[in-house]
């Protein structure tokens, strides 16, 4: 079989949703993965930002399987102990009182929507409704988060979407405050935008935020999908910014590369949710929760985060250099291991060249060259990752 026999097998029978890379992937340790013909490849993707610990963890890879054999799944009509333990780790290292366990982004950004406008419901009655939402923000791409998300070209021939969303354009206080009128219940923002191209708030401007929300009992819900769970040096973003949402929704890095997400929430916004009013038969499931919890304990373990944190600060001196170095280089974003590299054109010759030197990048937004390597990286694999993307940046644009 070659990766061409694979690629014809799955173009006959898989859902066209992708504009997959020609490559197979069969095997991953580490920061590494390997394809079908034996190939082996630096991955600056990490699943999107899903397997922060890198791949094949095994303390993981063993708290999973372990809990595989001893109970897999029960449904919610029941209590499992993986779940109760999560929900507690979740609750002490966060702002959060109570978590919802579900199985996607998507769908923790669809149980923030449900939390907030029944929260404002109950309060103030069905007028006040309204999300405001950030332009060219990314919450994933079931109707309600795809509703919520602020780029038109996902929502090409889908409409009627749901009503009741207003974008402003981020990191603009003034245009937040115009839109915040008497029917809006809730604010949702990544505090990093990923897809949108890594862009990070303004220094002051979450604060801001917070207090415009505070003053109203609007609700702040923050979507740390992709910029949570270590990604940017913090266990969570909004650390750096020194402000704390209501809301905020979890998934991709949440159970070490299995599917889980979550919804935290403080205990007067949890309060909205009552028996019978959400529900997820595979959310929080013991396996997935074990792998949650392990996962959890190794990101937060001692020196653990401040080692992301240095590394990032080494990455962030190495990309400024290399857009000394590549005119096409217009900005450099991010923070911790989430950069994005804007370029001033197209941005997908240079993945091709980084994978065909044996580097795995991503590309958003048409230009923005995004990577999102494993949190446990090393210098001189981050050394080795950055040597070939200056190599494919000098073949692309010679
Ligand atoms: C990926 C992502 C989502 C959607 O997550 P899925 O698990 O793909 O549904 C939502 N919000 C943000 C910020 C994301 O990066």
Known sequence: MTKQDWKTRADKVLMNTYARQPLVLVRGKGCRVWDAEGKEYLDFVAGLAVCNLGHGNFEVAKAASAQLYQLVH??????????????????????????????????????????????????????????????????????????????????????????????????????????????????????????????????????EVRQLCRERDVLLIFDEVQCGLGRTGRLFAHEHFGVTPDVMALAKALAGGLPMGALLATEAAAGALVPGSHASTFGGGPAIAMAALTSLKILTAPGF???????????????????????????VRGLGLMWGLELDREGTPVVDACRE???????????????????????A?????LTILAQALKATFP
């Open 74 to 207: 029960v449904s919610n009509l029941y209590y499992t102990t993986p779940m109760v333990e999560l929900a507690e780790e979740l609750v002490r290292l966060s702002f959060a009182d109570r978590v919802f366990f579900c199985n996607s982004g998507a769908e923790a950004v669809e149980a923030a929507i449900k939390l907030c406008r029944r929260y404002s419901h109950e309060k103030y009655g069905p007028e006040r409704h309204r999300i405001i939402c950030m332009q060219n923000s990314f919450h994933g791409r079931t109707l309600g988060a795809l509703s919520a998300t602020g780029q038109e070209k996902f929502w090409q021939g889908f409409g009627p979407l749901l009503p009741g969303f207003v974008f402003v354009p981020f990191n603009d206080l003034p245009a937040l405050k115009g839109a915040l009128d008497e029917k809006v219940c809730a604010v949702l923002l990544e505090p990093i935008q990923g897809e949108g191209g890594v862009n990070p708030a303004d220094p002051g401007y979450l604060k």
């Open 357 to 379: 030197r044996g580097l795995l990048v991503n590309c958003t937004q048409g230009n923005i060259i995004r990577l999102l390597p494993p949190l446990v990286i090393d210098l």
């Open 381 to 385: 694999t981050l050394d080795q990752g």
């Open 305 to 331: 985060l401040e080692e992301v944190r240095k590394k990032g600060k080494y990455l962030q001196k190495k990309l400024e250099q290399l857009k000394q170095q590549f005119p096409v280089i217009q900005e």
